[in-house]
């Protein structure tokens, strides 16, 4: 199998994520049909800029594979995958917005090149994060292009782009991921099937399944979720500790606190499902601990169950409130026991 980079894990993201707009964008290459200035407008993990600098790569590529996209792994590949690419500028958001002075530098770039004869790609992340002064100074670039340039203009909802923007430039709306290609997406980040129905009923997109599968993340988590899950259906206080020393280590941040009690909430939600007998054994997220999820939907009546599942909705709300993550997750814990010993 030939060697993965940066290069093809973003043609890889492209194909996966939005196979009809590739197969268009690299049809439209070839005809050399390429318009001056898209407007790529959809949610995050839609794709948006993989596919941007994928069309990037097949304009530069040295080695067109039979298929039509670019290989991924010759230079020009490479550098525009790692935005080394002297002729393929990225734009991104200093802060919290994109200000006039990056616009300006990217102008001065391009109107040196444009005498050149050389063919230039910009491509805006987070468009919409431009500020008045930078959008007006971009404006007046796309109005007038110079040269042989192809400009991207990426943003979550095309609705917060200037209306004089929007006119110039073509709109191209990312349209939800295919269920199917998400499931291969997740199969090729080498994840057990159960650990597949977990991440998809986690996320539906791309640069999550990513982010989750990173350095195994997923999957410790997953065990150490249910290793507590385990000490609750005994009514084993050793879940305190458990706690403290397995599951709050693997926490790196926000945005793992919320996975890791969406987590919780989806064991007991798969008690739910077995219990109701609503989601057949191999469709559950936590489906290889069935037999203890199997006693804890015998153990508990469905108040208790629904009011458990309650419980961590409720806790998981005082994120947002600066409590601490351990204290969050010792109370989830308490309730839980409470529940199950009561
Ligand atoms: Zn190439």
Known sequence: MMEETKATKLIKRAETTQPKLTGHFMKVVHDQDLSHAYLFSGAA??????????IAMRLFCKNIQSNGMPCGVCNECVRIAKN????????????????????????????????????????????????????????????????NVNSFLLTDDYHKILPTIQSRTQLVEFPKIDPVMLVKYAEGKQLTKTAINLVLQLTSDTATIDRLS?????????QQIEAWFSMLEKGDYQAFPLVQTNLLPLVRDREDQKVTIEMMCLIFRDVFNVKFKAT????????????????????????????IIDDILNNAKKQQINISFQNILEVITLDCLNQIKG
């Not at 993990?45 to 994928?54: F, M, R, S, T, Y």
């Open 214 to 222: 990173e350095d195994n993340w997923l999957v410790s988590m997953k």
């Open 84 to 147: 080394e690419h002297p002729d393929v500028m990225l734009v991104e958001p200093d802060g919290r917005s994109i200000k006039v002075d990056q616009i300006r530098t990217l102008k001065q770039e391009f109107s040196k090149s444009a005498v050149e004869g050389n063919r230039k790609i910009f491509i805006i992340n987070g468009a919409d994060l431009m500020t008045t002064g930078a959008a007006n100074s971009l404006l007046k670039f796309i109005e007038e292009p110079v040269g």
């Open 45 to 54: 993990g839609l794709g948006k800029l993989a596919l941007a600098k994928v």
């Open 280 to 307: 057949p054994a191999n469709e559950l997220a936590f489906g290889n601990v069935y037999d203890l999820i199997k006693q804890m939907a015998n153990q508990l009546s469905d108040k208790q169950l629904l009011s």
